[in-house]
């Protein structure tokens, strides 16, 4: 019965068709060709934003392999065609001799560290007293640290061994064949007609124009940029304008550099306060802080940006890396850890505790103000954004 009736139907439309074949057909093919005028107009007529190029620049900056093996399916690590292939300079590096995370006495102070590829430590020069330009010679990379470093070699003819080759930290768009210099010191006399550099010129005094000439001659501001103002200079905060990209700042004007040293960090430097002791530059967590206008900072952005957004693709390369497997504090006992013990994932109802029994995430354990460290934060102007005004 069931069959005679789906026959009779099949028939039925059949003869409908039959009987009106233009009607049909010509319904047919407008809807036909309606679809796939819509679907055509929306792919040909979208046309490139400012975000899709972004993206679009952003994935062809990274290299993804075809996945051949389960361990290079989400491999994607940042492309660098510039970096040298060959080794380091073996009289800029050191033997790292690897303790696994213990101390002298054998006990383990740093947990899920061991192992790891054998490799040695890059010397890096983070004073740059060597005044004269410097040729860069090329951009490697640096198994010990984020960003790339550049291999710099002294113009000077009889310059030797450290005096001659150095590392530095590579900023961004610094390539073989640029040339760089120290101003530690200040501007030396002579580079620049008419300008006597001292220590009582300060960053206020360059910002209003009150320079300290020679022989009635009139010094552009803009030379003294143009002279100094270059990716990869050192300079004293009290001669670099507000508003400049800095990075390997220092803290103590003959100290080394210190802060803003990792892969695609920057600081701002903000104002220069009128008495001519201290400058503003805020920092890559948002903080702002006071530093000696006599200290030092390298002008650029470090190296190496897109660091933070590889994937390694499996666990064998952290482990090549020298991170041993970090375990759950539930998946503890409850001698181990505040977490621990109880029957399936439970943690007994407890705030968020460290292995030491500190409250984290989000508790704050370091008193700020007159009641905190004493000399703790009276160099910062504001405090770094946390919780909603990250967020926001």
């Known amino acids: 019965m069931f069959a005679a009736r789906c026959g009779t139907n099949l028939l039925r439309s059949r003869a409908t068709l039959v009987a009106s074949p233009t009607t049909s057909s010509s319904i047919f093919t407008r809807t036909y060709a309606l679809t796939r005028t819509l679907a055509t107009e929306s792919l040909t007529s979208r046309k490139p934003t400012e975000i899709s190029d972004a993206f679009k620049q952003m994935e062809t900056r990274f290299k993804t392999y075809k996945p051949i093996t389960p361990s290079i399916r989400h491999l994607k690590m940042p492309m660098s065609p510039y970096l040298y292939r060959g080794g380091p300079v073996r009289q800029l590096t050191a033997p790292l001799r690897k303790k696994g995370g213990r101390n002298h006495h054998g006990r383990i102070t740093i947990r899920f560290r061991g192992g790891g590829h054998k490799r040695r430590i890059r010397i890096l020069d983070f004073m740059r007293t060597e005044p004269g330009p410097h040729d860069v010679v090329r951009i490697e990379y640096d198994p010990g640290r984020s960003a790339h470093i550049a291999l710099l070699r002294s113009r000077v003819q009889s310059a030797t061994g450290t005096k001659l080759w150095s590392y530095i930290l590579a ?81 103590k004007p003959d100290g080394r550099s210190m802060l803003v040293r990792s892969a695609g960090t920057f600081a701002t430097l903000l104002a220069h306060e009128d008495d001519g002791k201290y400058s503003h530059v805020r920092l890559q967590s948002g903080e702002v802080r006071k530093v000696l206008q006599d200290c030092v900072a390298t002008i650029g952005k470090v190296s190496n ?36 013990g109880g029957r399936g994932k439970s943690k007994g109802n407890k705030q968020p505790r460290s292995v030491w029994g500190w409250l984290c995430k989000g508790k704050r354990t370091r008193k700020p103000g007159p009641k905190g460290h004493k000399n703790g934060n009276k160099m910062v102007v504001l405090e770094r954004p946390r919780g909603k005004q990250k967020r926001g």
């Open 171 to 251: 900023p961004e768009g610094l390539r073989a064949g640029d040339v760089v210099e120290s101003f530690r010191q200040g501007i030396p006399a002579g580079r620049i007609p008419g300008f006597v550099d001292s220590k009582s010129l300060r960053g206020k005094a360059l910002e209003t124009g009150d320079t300290q000439l020679t022989g009635g001659a009139t010094l552009s501001l803009g030379v003294l940029r143009t002279e100094t103002l270059k990716v990869g200079n050192v300079l004293p905060l009290r001669l670099i304008p507000t508003g400049t990209i800095v990075h390997s700042l220092n803290l």
């Open 305 to 340: 940006g897109l660091w933070k957004n590889r994937n390694l693709g499996k666990a064998g390369r952290n482990r090549w890396l020298g991170r041993r497997p970090r375990v759950r504090g539930m998946a503890m006992n409850r001698c181990d850890h505040p977490h621990g």
